[in-house]
């Protein structure tokens, strides 16, 4: 996979293990969102007019207008997908769609992955109101909560990925775009990939984190308001269908409290948020699922 002009582009020759007796080859334009699987262009080549992605990257196109005519003119490609077609086809079948984009339909495996993702964050949560100080730092959290999701049955095991194998729950995800400011793409704390994300990628898309997560996760400790707003920024732009933010505090760490569990309590948010807050002697929460902000003795005393 190569960028140009910003877009990311596939050029795909055959199946996995049989580019040699291929005879179409097909280029693939994503669109401004650059998610693999939503294309603007793509382009259908017939052999011997093969092209390769070193070639078109070398061509230093000033558009992507210019690349599709590049491959016309050079390569005889035939357009089987562009923004026009869609449009026309849209509007053969259906009214205009003015409202507001919505998340994509979770399906049944996600819906029980969510289920399973909720319940472990919340002993998780419970765990640390218990034990705050059985991790020194973060990146430790990060582990623990990992154990605790891959002892989980339902998202154990390995899932093919082509002719290899990978797991579902991994740490440190790439962000599928670089944010503004940033030097480099950051990276989301846990995610979960679904089966069938897994079964329909390539090795080069998974090595290089351009997979969109089913849920993705972000984990504070002991940071301030401003960090947890960070946080819920990169979640919200993942884009994934099931976002949670958690946020932890130890006793003697200072913040405006009061607009911290009023963020975490936003409803327009469109986050799962878990909380624990741990003064000398009360623990206040909330778990994945809580409307409201809890206190209880701290079990420690």
């Not at 690349?67 to 562009?82: D, F, G, I, N, P």
């Amino acid at each position: 996979m190569i960028y140009i002009c910003g877009r990311k582009v596939r050029v795909l020759t055959g199946q996995r293990g049989k580019e040699d007796q291929a005879t179409t080859q097909t280029v693939r334009i994503c669109t401004v969102e650059n998610l693999i699987g939503k294309y603007d262009y793509v382009l259908r080549l017939h052999r011997p007019h093969f092209t390769s992605e070193s070639d078109l990257q070398n061509q230093n196109f000033k558009s992507i207008e210019d690349c599709v005519k590049h491959l016309q003119e050079k390569y005889h490609a035939k357009v089987e997908e562009s923004p026009s077609t869609r449009a026309e086809a849209t509007y053969e079948v259906s009214k205009p769609n003015t409202s507001t984009p919505e998340k994509k339909e979770s399906t049944l495996w996600e819906i029980k992955a969510a289920s399973v993702v909720e319940d472990t964050i919340n002993q998780f949560l419970l765990e640390f109101i218990n034990f705050p100080y059985l991790h020194r730092r973060e990146h430790s959290i990060h582990c623990e909560l990992y154990r605790l999701l891959v002892s989980r049955r339902f998202l154990s095991g390995n899932y093919p990925m082509g002719r290899w194998f990978s797991q579902l729950v991994h740490k440190e995800w790439p962000e599928r775009s670089q944010r503004l400011g940033k030097a480099q793409r950051g990276t989301i704390d846990l995610c979960i990939l679904s089966p069938e994300t897994l079964k329909s990628c390539s090795l080069q898309e998974f090595l290089e984190g351009q997979i969109e997560p089913t849920i993705a996760i972000e984990i504070g400790l002991d940071y301030n308001l401003k960090h947890l707003r960070q946080d819920s920024k990169k979640l919200l732009e993942s884009h994934t269908n099931h976002g949670y933010l958690i946020h932890l505090i130890r006793q003697n760490f200072t913040d405006d409290f009061d607009a911290v569990e009023q963020f975490v309590l936003d409803k327009s948010l469109n986050l799962k948020t878990a909380y624990a807050r741990l003064t000398s002697s009360q623990a206040f929460y909330k778990l994945t699922n809580g409307m409201e902000i809890k206190r209880m003795q701290c079990p420690f005393l």
